[in-house]
């Protein structure tokens, strides 16, 4: 009678192990991770500060600007996220001015995949992303003089900066999927919802404003 309740226990405990690990195997294969790298553009829409530039004869921001990226998406059946960190920069002369752009930020994207074969799929979805942008207009024919470096006599530069958050729909359409390094192709559209006024690390700044309602549309592809 005993060694019926021990191999009973036996039986059950490995019957118990087995289907734990049948679960893991298949959340496993349920969801998909992959880090990647994307390049593209954003194409911007008016920011407010170009009226502002424009009148004081300064080059003012571009208006399509380079855009790099890296991230980690999140795959299931039918759906998909990304966690990505994303960088651009621009500079734009009008001898001897100029003005230059560095923004940062990140972005989180979740989407739903209506459509999918081994090869392709097609997903709709939305983004939430936040930018820091930096921005710099200077007189590129000022000198400085290393024996004075008192810096109320330099004049030339005008640093400012804002930070703004981002809501919008995307879409992304995947190739190469039954293969090692897959292609990915992000398309959506930004709008800011929340800006904060600009301002500089250097000094006060009068007269400053938002950026809200700035919007822009970005195109990137990326490899997986």
């Not at 921001?61 to 999140?74: D, K, R």
């Not at 009008?94 to 097609?122: D, I, M, Q």
Request: positive net charge.
């Amino acid at each position: 009678m005993k060694k019926i309740i021990i191999l009973a226990m036996a039986l059950g405990f490995a019957n118990s192990t087995f289907a734990q690990e049948a679960v893991k195997d298949s959340v496993a294969t349920k969801v998909k991770t992959d880090f990647y790298i994307g390049a593209g553009v954003f194409i911007n829409g008016d920011f407010k500060i170009n009226d502002r530039l424009a009148a004081a004869g300064m080059p003012e921001i571009e208006s399509t600007v380079p855009e790099f990226s890296i991230g980690l998406n999140l795959a299931g059946e039918q759906w998909t996220a990304d966690i990505e960190a994303f960088g651009s920069y621009f500079k734009k002369d009008r001898n001897p001015l100029r003005s230059e752009a560095l923004s940062s930020g990140f972005r989180l994207r979740g989407h739903y995949v209506p459509f999918r074969t081994s090869k392709f799929f097609a997903s709709i979805g939305g983004d939430l992303s936040y930018s820091a942008n930096k921005f710099s207009f200077y007189n590129r024919s000022q000198h400085l003089d290393l024996n004075d470096l008192d810096p109320t006599t330099q004049l030339g530069n005008i640093q400012l900066n804002n930070n703004m958050f981002y809501v919008g729909p995307s879409v992304a359409f995947g190739f190469l999927q039954n293969k090692s390094t897959k292609l990915r192709l992000n398309v959506g559209y930004d709008i800011a919802a929340i800006s904060s006024k600009w301002k500089s690390d250097y000094t006060s700044v009068d007269n400053s404003f938002r950026e809200n309602g700035h919007d822009r549309f970005y195109v990137k592809l990326t490899i997986l």
